[in-house]
């Protein structure tokens, strides 16, 4: 896996976007960038991932810009139920989708959303 | 809620005990993974199960063994614990021949060594 550098935590409130950006400089031609969401108490559980430009799904949108050093996860209008870590992995696609072989997760950014 | 389960949920023993928790994948996968989670930090791999053989393993000692049985299930044991082996211990599930396809997690065993 590729290393990523993210922010430990960020604070929100309730109906606002969060997005949350992902370095990795050394990221390789053939990586993805996945994202994974863990609640309190809770396993982790994949959200998105991407290649190039942008995917949007029901949870999240991730956007990735040309040169493919960083990435953003954008959170739609959170709620309360959005309090999480969110985790930022780059690395062999299927792998890391299917939390594969030697699948590290760094400290990922606690988002914590406030009413 | 996913379709992994593990047990149990919670357990406390004590330094130099062994212990053993189990996993149980969603349906149709044939594939568990186990990871360890210190307090406050993301989960770390420790190894894979596939065809009940291990199918790779991270940087964790010897101690640490596990098993797969034919109906996918899995074991992890931890012999001669070590208070830093207190942790959150999470198994995942994926199917192996079906590429792409995301992993589930269970909900955790949260070990406790005193």
């Known amino acids: 896996l590729a290393k990523t550098t993210q922010p430990i935590s960020m604070d929100s409130y309730e109906g606002q976007e969060v997005n949350i950006t992902c370095s990795h400089n050394n990221i390789a031609t053939n990586d993805y960038i996945t994202w994974y969401q863990q609640f309190p108490s809770q396993g982790p559980r994949f959200i998105i991932q991407g290649y190039k430009t942008k995917v949007t799904n029901e949870v999240a949108s991730l956007f990735i810009p040309a040169d493919r050093k960083s990435s953003t996860l954008s959170l739609p209008r959170v709620s309360l139920s959005d309090t999480a870590v969110y985790y930022c992995?780059?690395?062999?696609?299927?792998?890391?989708?299917?939390?594969?072989?030697?699948?590290?997760f760094g400290g990922g950014t606690r988002v914590l959303v406030k009413p | 809620e996913t379709g992994v389960t593990q047990s149990p949920t919670h357990l406390i023993k004590t330094r130099g005990q062994q212990v053993t928790l189990r996993c149980s994948s969603q349906?149709?996968?044939?594939?568990v993974s186990w990871y360890q989670q210190a307090l406050g930090q993301g989960p770390q791999f420790i190894f894979q199960y596939y065809r009940e053989e291990e199918n790779g393993r991270g940087n964790f000692p010897p101690r640490f063994s596990g098993l797969q049985f034919p109906n996918y299930s899995s074991e992890l044991n931890v012999n001669a614990l070590e208070l830093d082996d207190s942790a959150l211990y999470l198994c995942?599930?994926?199917?192996?021949?079906?590429?792409?396809?995301?992993?589930?997690f269970g909900q955790g065993t949260r070990l406790t060594v005193v």
């Open positions: 349906s149709g996968h044939n594939t």
């Open positions: 992995l780059v690395g062999e696609g299927d792998m890391i989708k299917a939390a594969g072989n030697k699948l590290t």
């Open positions: 995942a599930s994926s199917p192996y021949e079906e590429m792409n396809t995301e992993a589930f």
